[in-house]
């Protein structure tokens, strides 16, 4: 194919694009390995608004989880009490998203990096001691009853593939809004201002507005997906707002790549598989998650994707200075 | 016996080059002067005798002993003190504490008190500041606080980064006299200075141009080249 | 008055896990997550030493020291030294330090099981009565205990010569480095400090938290949130921003109940950072800038 038709990655977004497409048709689906693909989904498209807000844009937030559960158990709780079909249930699972992002956005544009990772961080448990104590929300047990995509009438396949389906445009909606922020100006200004503050501020960006702006479109999709959960699977619990969770979604993110889209997908699916298949391995496989986490950590500088450039980098650097050169640092 | 030996140094910062094949030798007891304009490699020869420029090469060597994969702390432990251009004092710290920061190491610290008076001493303006936080100071008193904390070490090679840099001629003449002033019987110092008039007692001129050296002149020499 | 005894025993403990946090941050820049698995590592260090050992307390309580210390050093080994002067050290070091936190726990769950385990009082079965209100011979030694050690480290800093080394270093590690001051063994010290700490707070608090492989957890937030309030870095700071978080817990477990501790905390910090975004002793001389 020659170069510089079709935009970089194009044939790599293509062909997933059809091995998602189709591969209904030519695996067996068990219903363990549906809701895997479901699960993917959501995580998908949670760690790909996450990596938009920490590495795109450089906001050390920890809020993700805690918008997406919010905004689920606000939705849901909204679509059971009002009897609200599912599509509306979505709609308002993305604006509870925009409030809580906003109200997450206000100390953002305050704090430095550490302090505010830290009050993203007490968000979740925040959201976590309150729901536990609420009984309209379903204390420990959780919210269930929320109307789901697949109506009752569709046999199971049916509505497995209603399910699979769904989660399939959920991960391309949310591949869309990440591409959108992530290679257009807005993602342009945002590196460049995380490069160099003064430097942003001297061209006259306007940082402050355009991390608002990130902050706002993520947490919107975060709340839709958080309402989408419940449309999967019929109900929320206050799993969501575990260390745990937070972790592992986190460990998907880092382990695959902050700084690119496929890097995000290759981590989710991977730690997925792995915290999947070992379900009943109970603390080895978080152990697992973990030790895979702290190693890709120590050897590549940004994830598994960012690999084939590290090493490209130091071949080049090696090349370039003169043999006996001694780096020092 | 061989004070600082520098063969064939280069140095530089990520893929630019700033030293090329640098040779130079600072007897024990000696004073040399480095001169030359900005951008030419005095600083970064400094920092690279310190193993603090981006990456070095060559050979380096301090009193026979290699000094080139030795790390800061380390050479700092081996008497080698680096007087760094500008404000180098930690502003949060009082001036107290930051004298007594420059006698870090144990020897040193046992002796910190006598220390501190001959450096008071040397320097009575800091005298009335001392429980300030350094950040308060004015330019020429932080720069008399730098060299202090310098001279609050077992020092053996003073590499001393343009001291006159903003400041007003009296002072910057005190504080070179104060400088040169000191007793140099196991060490050597290199003395980086724009200004070749404040250089009276050095032994010896050298002259980096483009990152290599250009000249190296005797005193009388460079004083008389400076007299034209 | 019970409020008070509560709230000091609060402020004792968790000034003694914020002091590592705040330490752990001037000395490197390095917000440590996996600081809660050294509490949980010194809660059974003294659960251990008082099985095999001896429940007398000096022996249950270097257990509990013992414990923390070794995660410190195990931090130093797996996330300092190799991840230190390596690009992208802000974001690495807290993902490097989440995943110990995460193996930690688990590791704990996988060896000890899920069950809790109880410590012995160290400090007796008894109580005093203070100014009308009975106080258990527990409360009142973890809080003399914790004051001593606290008040001990903050003197050290201020005076011992390793302590000018750690200021100086949180203000400048290359200014440090001219003056001998080595980094890497400054930072090894200041993990194995902090672990110790943390472990000695897990064994004076385990007659509340008995030690069970999440026990890190809320003292690793509550002992971020202490360090955050009173700034990153300083120690005065975090012992005042102790006693705030802990008048501030004691009063809402008192008379709201204990389901809003936590939210209070974060109001009160967030309300804090919002006005002086570095915290209580944001303004003073030595926080990290």
Redesign the interface.
């Known amino acids: 194919m020659p170069r510089g038709i079709l935009p970089r990655g194009t044939a790599f977004w293509s062909a997933l694009f059809l091995l998602a497409l189709y591969l209904p048709a030519v695996t067996d689906f068990g219903d363990a390995f549906l809701n895997t693909c479901v699960l993917f989904g959501v995580y998908a498209a949670l760690n790909l608004m996450w990596a938009l807000v ?1 590495g795109t844009a450089g906001i ?1 937030s920890f809020a993700t989880l805690a918008i997406a559960g919010i905004s689920g158990y606000g939705a849901g709780y909204a679509a059971i009490e009002l009897s609200l079909p599912w599509p509306a249930m979505l709609a308002a699972g993305a604006i509870v998203g925009v409030v809580v992002g906003l109200l997450v956005a206000l ?1 953002a544009l ?6 505010f ?3 993203t ?3 979740v ?2 959201a976590r ?2 729901v536990v ?1 609420s009984k309209p929300l379903g204390l420990a047990q959780g919210l269930y009853g929320a109307p789901t995509f697949a109506p009752e009438s569709l046999s199971a396949v049916g509505s497995g593939m209603v399910r699979y389906y769904a989660a399939l445009a959920l991960v391309i909606v949310a591949l869309i809004v990440y591409a959108a922020l992530d290679r257009g100006r807005v993602g342009t200004l945002l590196r460049t201002a995380r490069g160099s503050e003064p430097f942003a501020r001297g061209l006259g960006i306007g940082v402050v507005r355009i991390r608002l702006v990130v902050i706002v479109v993520s947490s919107a999709m975060i709340g839709f997906t958080g309402a989408c959960y419940l449309a999967f699977f019929g109900g929320i619990s206050p799993t969501i707002f575990s ?2 969770t937070l ?1 592992l979604l ?2 998907m993110m ?1 382990v695959g790549g ?1 700084g690119s889209a496929r890097g995000v997908l290759l981590g989710t699916a991977l730690l997925l598989f792995i915290d999947q298949q070992f379900l009943d391995a ?3 496989r ?2 697992a ?3 895979v ?2 190693v890709v ?2 050897v590549t ?2 994830g598994l994707a960012g690999l084939p450039a590290q090493l490209r980098e130091r071949r080049a650097a090696t090349g ?3 043999t ?6 | 016996m061989s004070g600082l030996v520098l063969r064939g140094v280069g140095a530089g910062y990520g893929p630019m080059r700033v030293l090329e094949e640098i040779d130079l030798e600072v007897a024990v007891g000696e004073r040399v002067g480095l001169v030359g304009l900005n951008g030419h490699g005095k600083t970064t020869l400094l920092r690279a005798v310190m193993g603090m420029a981006g990456w070095c090469d060559g050979e380096r060597s301090w009193r026979g002993r290699s000094i080139a994969r030795t790390a800061p702390h380390e050479l700092a432990r081996r008497g080698l003190i680096l007087m760094p251009q500008g404000d180098a004092v930690f502003p949060g710290l009082s001036v107290r504490d930051n004298l007594e920061s420059g006698a870090y190491l144990p020897a040193a610290w046992r002796r910190r008190a006598a220390r501190r008076r001959r450096v008071l001493d040397l320097f009575p303006k800091l005298v009335p500041h001392l429980d300030q936080p350094a950040g308060t100071l004015s330019g020429g008193e932080r720069r008399m606080l730098s060299v202090g904390r310098g001279l609050m070490a077992d020092g053996e090679l003073y590499l001393v980064d343009e001291p006159s840099l903003g400041l007003a001629p009296g002072i910057a003449t005190g504080l070179v006299r104060a400088l040169m002033s000191l007793e140099l019987e196991n060490g050597a110092m290199v003395i980086a200075e724009q200004n070749r008039s404040l250089l009276g007692g050095v032994d010896r001129i050298v002259r980096l141009h483009a990152g290599r050296i250009a000249e190296e002149l005797p005193a009388a020499a460079a004083a008389v080249a400076e007299g034209r | 008055m019970d409020v008070i005894f509560s709230a000091l025993s609060l402020a004792a403990i968790y000034g003694l896990v914020a002091i590592g946090v705040s330490l752990t941050w001037a000395a490197l820049g390095m917000l440590n997550l996996a600081h809660g698995v050294a509490f949980a590592v010194g809660a059974y260090g003294g659960w251990l030493a008082a099985d095999h050992l001896s429940d007398s307390a000096p022996v249950v309580l270097a257990g509990g020291v013992a414990g923390g210390a070794l995660v410190g050093c195990a931090i130093y080994l797996l996330v300092v030294v190799p991840l230190y002067d390596r690009p992208n050290w802000e974001t690495r070091h807290l993902i490097a330090t989440l995943a110990i936190s995460l193996v930690g726990a688990n590791l704990l769950l996988e060896l000890f099981g899920p069950s809790a385990k109880a410590l012995p009082a160290v400090f007796g079965e008894g109580s005093v009565t203070i100014a009308g209100s009975v106080v258990t011979a527990d409360k009142l030694g973890a809080i003399v205990s914790a004051a001593v050690v606290l008040g001990a480290v903050a003197v050290v800093l201020r005076r011992s010569r390793l302590g000018l080394g750690l200021r100086v270093l949180t203000q400048d590690s290359e200014g440090a480095a001219l003056v001998g001051v080595s980094r890497n063994r400054m930072a090894l010290g200041v993990l194995a400090l902090s672990g110790g700490l943390a472990g000695l707070a897990s064994v004076l608090l385990a007659q509340t938290f008995y030690a069970n492989p999440d026990v890190g957890f809320v003292p690793l937030v509550k002992g971020l949130l202490v360090a955050v309030l009173g700034g990153l870095g300083s120690i005065p700071g975090a012992i005042v921003a102790a006693l705030v978080m802990g008048v501030a817990e004691a009063l809402t477990a008192t008379y709201l109940g204990q389901e809003y501790v936590l939210m209070t905390l974060f109001v009160v910090l967030a309300v804090v950072l919002l006005v002086r975004p570095r915290g209580i002793a944001g303004l003073l001389e030595e926080a990290r800038a």
Do not use: C, H, K, N
Request: negative net charge; glycine residues 8%.
């Open positions: 920490m050390y100390p305050r704090l430095r990096g550490v302090y990772a830290l009050l961080f007490g968000l448990e925040l001691s309150f104590q260390f745990d972790l986190f460990a880092v902050i109970g603390a080895l978080l152990i998650a973990g030790v986490m702290l950590t120590l500088s940004d370039s200075l003169p006996q050169t001694e780096m020092i640092r």
